[in-house]
């Protein structure tokens, strides 16, 4: 049997999105009641009542890129699945100093039942995907980031309560069917972008992008093949005016101008990028609704976003963060525990039973 590999949420159907949402939710809610300090410290805490599909499992965690969430997130995540995390950074192996990535897969996946690998280019990860006998799970690469994408769906369906009508920005409300949202994002074309392009129309969201015009910071070509593809591209406007970008937004998604390895073009993307900032007058002049609110996937520099909009009432930001955790938890679980992603029909992170029956009856 071949293993199923995750390289972008364009390879997964709608129902398998929804069940990665319902899944995430399910076990956190289960895992963070656990999680909290004991009042009775003679009494043995309770047996996990969630999976422990990763018992007596290994999963190599490969980052050639430093990384804050995205190390956390996995680390806790395989501890909490009942596994043991194998963290192996640049230098701590032989790829690309004597061994090819050909070598280092096979080899990895003989000893291991999973691997989590943050790459540069995105062929590292697809040709690490060709020769590995275990799952592989894209952790970031320069096209795809398809993680960060399920903790923000996760995250909007949490506080979905927000986008009603009326909401007070401290009501929460979880099991709400997230209505149908406009999502502006604004800033460069990044592998955080391009997830959401696959994503966000296909569960009935909008969305409006601007970025500057020069041609360094449009949708790539393989990107957006995948975009028309999954017929995507017919809820998505595209344009260079940020303000136009904000138009009717109910959130506003900014990322890193300057990504790793792009620090030499700092001074000119910070040209390229004025007027960008994400700030409480620029979404009043686009037109962005009332009660919009804001998300991005961190590390934040404050010329994406000021502090007033970054640590204000608008930003869902650190509870964004807090799901990645969960959201990755959630993956690993079904791709390496138990090598299949389920399908969900329901739209509600309530309507989750029946998948997670199916998921732990195929173990």
């Known amino acids: 049997m071949a293993p199923p590999h995750l390289m972008t949420l364009a390879d997964l159907s709608v129902g398998q999105l929804r069940f990665l949402l319902a899944h995430s939710n399910s ?10 300090p004991r009042q009775n410290f003679g009494i043995s805490p309770p047996t996990p009542s969630w999976t422990q599909s990763l018992s007596s499992k290994t999963v190599a965690l490969l980052f050639s890129k ?8 996995s680390e806790t995540a395989v501890s909490l699945l009942g596994g043991r995390a194998l963290f192996l950074g640049r230098d701590d192996i032989q790829l690309g100093v004597n061994e090819s990535l050909q070598d280092t897969a096979t080899i990895i996946s003989s000893m291991t039942e999973g691997i989590f ?3 540069g280019d995105h ?13 592989v799970i894209n952790a970031l690469s320069s096209l795809w980031h398809p993680l960060q994408t399920v903790a923000d769906l996760l995250t909007l ?3 979905a309560k927000l986008f009603e009508e009326g909401a007070s920005a401290s009501q929460k409300t979880e099991h709400l069917p997230l209505r149908p949202l406009t999502i502006s994002y604004i800033g460069d074309s990044t592998n955080v972008l391009h997830d959401m392009l696959v994503t966000f129309p296909r569960l009935g969201h909008k969305m409006r992008v601007g970025t500057p015009p020069a041609a360094a910071y449009q ?9 028309k593809e999954l017929g995507c591209d017919k809820n998505i406007w595209w344009g260079s005016d940020p303000q136009d970008a904000l138009r009717g937004a109910d959130v506003v998604i900014t990322d890193t101008w300057i990504s790793m390895g792009q620090e030499a073009e700092k001074a000119q993307r910070l040209r390229d990028f004025q007027g960008y900032q994400v700030t409480e007058a620029l979404c009043r002049e686009g037109g962005a609704n009332p009660n919009w609110k804001f998300l991005h996937c961190l590390p934040r520099k404050q010329y994406e976003v000021d502090d007033e909009v970054f640590y204000g009432p608008r930003s869902l930001v650190f509870p964004e963060g807090e799901n990645r955790k969960w959201t990755t938890m959630a993956v690993f679980d079904a791709l390496f525990g138990g090598w299949h992603i389920p ?3 329901g739209t509600s992170l309530g309507e989750y039973e029946d998948a997670i029956h199916t998921l732990r009856s195929t173990r």
């Open 157 to 159: 369906h949490e506080h």
């Open 219 to 227: 949708c790539p070509e393989p990107v957006w093949n995948r975009v």
């Open 343 to 345: 399908s969900l029909a």
């Open 123 to 135: 062929s590292e990860i697809e040709e690490m995907a060709k020769y590995s006998s275990v799952p």
């Open 66 to 73: 430093r990384s804050t969430r995205t190390r956390v997130s």
């Open 117 to 119: 690998a943050r790459v």
């Open 27 to 36: 076990l956190k809610s289960a895992c963070v009641p656990h999680l909290k």
